[in-house]
T-cell receptor, first 113, second 111 residues
C-alpha cells in the first residue's frame, strides 16, 4: 500500500514563475491537507480539500495561491508569480475521514531564486 | 487561540530516556499527536492519544496527558542514535481536521 506521494521532491523557480505541486493521497483516502514549513519553523495549515471541494482554506494566502482536488488525479497546490518568501517545504497529508490519523507525504521543497 | 508550545532542543546520551514536553491550548481536543521528522523527510505519525486517556504506551514510547494543565509529554526509553530527529506535537483546531503544530523539539542523541 503506497503512502502519500508528492512530486516533485525539489522544485526551483525564478521569481515571477509559477509552481505546481502535486499530491497523491494514500489509496482509499479522499481527504487532503496542505501544510507549509518555513525554514526553522513548524508546520502551518494552508488548506483542506475533499474530492472536488475546498472545505477549509483559512490558511491560504489571499493572493497567488490556489488548490484543487479533482475527481480524478492528484491534488494540486498552485503558486503563481512566486516570490522568495514562498521558499519552503510544502507537505500534504491524507486521511480517510477518520480525523485522528493524518499521513504525510515526503514534501516538496520549493526554492525561489 | 491556536498555540502549541514546545522546547526547541533536547540532548541526551544513548541509552538514556528522553522526555519531550508540549503544552496546548484547546481543552476540547479529542486527540493529540506526536510526529517525528528526520532531516529532509516528511512527518511520520509516531503515536496519538485520546483525550479520555492519561497514558498510552507503545513499545519504547510512553505518552502522558495532563488535561488539567494542558500538558502532553513523549517519553522515549533507551534512546538510540536513530531517534535523533525533530519531534512535533499537534492538536486538531477547534475539533476540525486541520492540525496545529508546535515548533518542534530537536532531539540530539550522543553516543
Amino acid at each position: 500500500n503506497a503512502g502519500v506521494m508528492q512530486n516533485p521532491r525539489h522544485l526551483v523557480r525564478r521569481r515571477g514563475q509559477e509552481a505546481r505541486l502535486r499530491c497523491s493521497p494514500m489509496k482509499g483516502h479522499s481527504h487532503v491537507y496542505w501544510y507549509r514549513q518555513l525554514p526553522e519553523e513548524g508546520l502551518k495549515f494552508m488548506v483542506y480539500l475533499q474530492k472536488e471541494n475546498i472545505i477549509d482554506e483559512s490558511g491560504m494566502p489571499k493572493e497567488r495561491f490556489s488548490a484543487e482536488f479533482p475527481k480524478e488525479g492528484p491534488s494540486i497546490l498552485r503558486i503563481q508569480q512566486v516570490v522568495r518568501g514562498d521558499s519552503a517545504a510544502y507537505f500534504c497529508a491524507s486521511t480517510s475521514g477518520s480525523r485522528y490519523e493524518q499521513y504525510f507525504g515526503p514534501g516538496t521543497r520549493l526554492t525561489v531564486t | 487561540g491556536e498555540d502549541v508550545e514546545q522546547s526547541l532542543f533536547l540532548s541526551v546520551r544513548e541509552g538514556d530516556s528522553s522526555v519531550i514536553n508540549c503544552t496546548y491550548t484547546d481543552s476540547s481536543s479529542t486527540y493529540l499527536y506526536w510526529y517525528k521528522q528526520e532531516p529532509g523527510a516528511g512527518l511520520q505519525l509516531l503515536t496519538y492519544i485520546f483525550s479520555n486517556m492519561d497514558m498510552k504506551q507503545d513499545q519504547r514510547l510512553t505518552v502522558l496527558l495532563n488535561k488539567k494543565d494542558k500538558h502532553l509529554s513523549l517519553r522515549i526509553a533507551d534512546t538510540q542514535t536513530g531517534d535523533s530527529a525533530i519531534y512535533f506535537c499537534a492538536e486538531p483546531y477547534n475539533q476540525g481536521g486541520k492540525l496545529i503544530f508546535g515548533q518542534g523539539t530537536e532531539l540530539s542523541v550522543k553516543p
